[in-house]
């Protein structure tokens, strides 16, 4: 791996919202054996905060402040020392905890795009990005409605998914933040057509050489033969027999109600669902702690956590890591597929 020293993958970590649970489900994560036999790593965030999150909850680790990240892949490792890269000056009044603000919303934004540009740059090896909020990213004065859409721009502007991998499932989204009554115009053949060569790429390179993806239908019982609407008959299928003339393995649409329970029990690799509720639902209702979000057709491996900043308990010693240690798990094993497969 380009990025790394040893056989471990390096990931870089995006601290997220500085008010939130983000230092301490980083730190946490990094505190467990699992964790560190399988990777190394760097956090871009700030140190301190992420030194007294350690202190909150007993841990056996620090965070050491690092000047330069171009000798992060040099410099030795120390799996109780994790090294820490600044970019942003913390603000004299420090970070509002647990609340809304607009130095969060900034720093956030500086440490997402510092972390990027070490993995762009073969500094680390994938992308793991704790949750911010978007609110204060608004307050900050960005309009990027998510993560999701912030990377796609910082990776030159390249067309993406969201996939939620959970439970036994991984879900890709057709559409992802907008109003309910906006997807089905949004829905189209050619956008389907891009959402299936992309989850195909990725998956290739990183699960399976012949992914078997299934698609729902936007409607209840995937219309029932366009009794319940015609987006199924006239976008949805074109798409898949589209995608079948062209090799991809694809069948569908399905109704949502079933399609889920079908790969679990091994029938498909992938679903693609058309809606944000429509795969989220059933991946945090499976592995509500487990579950991470997974970014298709970036440059890039990039994980992060199925969850959000968690205000109400930020600072308290008490959030749950199980979801940023799978995401750091799961980059780590993307980083050695794409090793092996380079």
Known sequence: MSGSVGPLPRIAISMGDPGGVGPEVTARALAREDVRAALTAVVVGDADLLNAAAKTCSLPLSFQAVEDPAAIATAETHPHQIPVFEPFPRPAQGYAMGQIAADNGRAAHEWITSAVGLVRNGTADALVTAPIAKEAMFAAGFTFPGHTELLARLCDDCDVRMMLAGGGLRAVLETIHMALTDVPATITQESLRRTLDITAIWAERYVAPHPRI?????????????????????????????????????????????????????????????????????????DFHGGVNITLGLPIIRVSPDHGTAFNIAGHGCANESSMASALLHAANFARRAAETA
């Open 214 to 286: 299934a698609v729902c239908g936007l409607n209840p019982h995937a219309g029932e033969g366009g009794h319940f609407g015609r987006e199924e008959i006239d976008v949805i299928a074109p798409a898949v027999q589209d995608a079948r003339t062209r090799g991809l393995d694809v069948s569908g649409p399905f109704p949502a109600d079933t399609i889920f329970h079908r790969m679990r029990e091994g029938e498909f690799d992938f679903v693609v669902a058309m809606y944000h509720d429509q795969a989220l639902i059933p991946v945090k209702t499976l």
